[in-house]
Antibody
């Protein structure tokens, strides 16, 4: 069974940094594009960032561009999100999600359980 | 960016009811529309991709239709486990991969 397990969330002060990890198993991680999606408390889903299968191409939502960096280590089957200059409005549960089968049109067919990031003084 | 608008924002229904949720795109997205179900405290789950294709393992009471700008998710006979929040998401022009605001389906 496909599994995605996030870690690294927690409480951080405004302006601080945090790195999230997402460990993947039971599928060929290196073949899939991967995403981060977040959900503020009581709010809807918001796409954050995407990385292609070999890590050579990335994209970001305007709200995090220049502050967040997505990366991956295909040897370790792990996806990362480095979050810098954190703001209160970044407070959310962060989900990693797998893109659809290679060559398909961008849906998220597997999700982790999420990790909570709280930005507060 | 393409905006996605769902209606209604919330809905009360009974077990056995037929329910329809609508999603409208701010411009044509052909059939690049996906639907997700999310239960409280859980990760979203893909139900429908490409407007009408049922994801493996999803019960056949769920169906999707539409193209262009107007789409629907239909649950033919509500079951107790279907009470959740539903999101549409466009994948026509990416990034960003925009979601609708969600429709909360509650028990009447």
């Amino acid at each position: 069974e496909v599994q995605l397990v996030e870690s690294g969330g927690g409480l951080v002060q405004p302006g601080g940094s945090l790195r999230l990890s997402c460990a993947a198993s039971a599928f060929t991680f290196s073949s899939y594009w991967m995403h981060w999606v977040r959900q503020a408390p009581g709010k809807g889903l918001v796409w954050v960032s995407r990385i292609n299968s070999d890590g050579s191409s990335t994209s970001y939502a305007d709200s995090v561009k220049g502050r967040f960096t997505i990366s991956r280590d295909n040897a370790k089957n792990t996806l990362y999100l480095q979050m810098n200059s954190l703001r209160a409005e970044d407070t959310a549960v962060y989900f990693c999600a797998r893109d659809g089968p290679p060559g398909t049109a961008y849906w998220f067919d597997a999700w982790g359980q999420g990790t909570l990031v709280t930005v507060s003084s | 960016d393409i905006q996605m608008t769902q209606s209604p924002s919330s809905l009360s229904a009974s077990v056995g009811d037929r329910v329809t949720i609508t999603c409208r795109a701010s411009q044509s997205i052909t059939s690049y529309l996906n639907w997700y179900q999310q239960k409280p405290g859980k990760a979203p789950k893909l139900l429908i991709y490409g407007a009408s294709s049922l994801q493996s393992g999803v019960p056949s009471r769920f169906s999707g239709s539409g193209s262009g700008t107007d789409f629907t998710l239909t649950i033919s006979s509500l079951q107790p486990e279907d009470f959740a929040t539903y999101y549409c998401q466009q994948s026509y022009t990416t990034p960003p991969y925009t979601f609708g605001q969600g429709t909360k389906l509650e028990i009447k």
